[in-house]
């Protein structure tokens, strides 16, 4: 089992920034790929950005790369999303969540990833 708790969303005026962190708790952190997803109201849930077991490998949408950056500190259990140049399509829930297979990449299907956090609001004003 594996317990995750996201925090830093927030409102921000568009081109501002913020960092949401996700700290997980109950499996070995260390050899679990870690994603961030995103919902925006009334939208089915997408993928934003994935990040290998050591942070080596990451991979982003295409709507948010170049804008975005995730990383992870393996010593504090915690994987980090760092958005800059926000726009207000970023408006979202943001959840981190961790993969259950063994792939050291993960991927970009949710149904790969077993384990969510409870969800971020991040709201961009224009």
């Known amino acids: 089992q594996v317990q995750l708790v996201e925090s830093g969303g927030g409102l921000v005026q568009a081109g501002g920034s913020l960092r949401l962190s996700c700290a997980a708790s109950?499996?070995?952190?260390?050899?679990?790929?870690m994603g961030w997803f995103r919902q925006a109201p009334g939208k089915e849930r997408n993928f934003v950005a994935r990040?290998?077991?050591?942070?080596?490998?990451?991979d982003y949408a295409d709507s948010v790369k170049g804008r975005f950056t995730i990383s992870r500190d393996n010593a504090k259990n915690t994987v980090y999303l760092q958005m800059n140049s926000l726009k207000p399509e970023d408006t979202a829930v943001y959840y981190c969540?961790?993969?259950?297979?063994?792939?050291?990449?993960?991927?970009?299907?949710?149904?790969?990833?077993?384990?969510w956090g409870q969800g971020t609001q991040v709201t961009v004003s224009s």
């Open positions: 109950g499996r070995t952190f260390s050899r679990t790929a």
């Open positions: 990040i290998s077991w050591s942070g080596s490998y990451t």
């Open positions: 969540a961790a993969d259950r297979t063994n792939d050291p990449r993960g991927s970009r299907w949710q149904s790969t990833y077993s384990f």
